[in-house]
């Protein structure tokens, strides 16, 4: 049933959040750390575990799958209550902090780009040399 997919969310997101108080309060920050992506990830391996188990109905199924869907929309929405304006006066440690995690994550794509090519096409300079004088006409 559908239903029980919802009340495994709700499972999901009272623990998240527990879990996120706890962090917050471990951190020193009287704010809740990390709550609804604790809950998603709680979320993802309950569907796993019921589904290894065989236990994971077409309603179970479909009451995560549709709760999963929207988490884009509640992590925008949560993002939105957050006080960016008040973060950027704090001082410009924020921008850093912020353009540091952008740099970083483009710096990364880029590696594992590199990093997946085959071997073989990596250093082919000498054959796309080869190709391109054969188009142009220029080889022998």
Known sequence: MTIFG???L?????LGALVGEVLG???GVKTNVGGVGIAMMLLIAARVW???KGALSHGLKLGIEFWAALYIPIVVAMAAIQNVVAAVRGGPVVLIAGAGGVALCLAATALLIRMSRPRETRHDT???AHAARVLSGAAE
Do not use: D, G, S
């Open 25 to 27: 309060v471990a951190l």
């Open 10 to 14: 709700a499972l999901c997101t009272l």
């Open 50 to 52: 019921l589904m290894r």
């Open 6 to 8: 919802v009340a495994l």
């Open 126 to 128: 000498a054959q796309e």
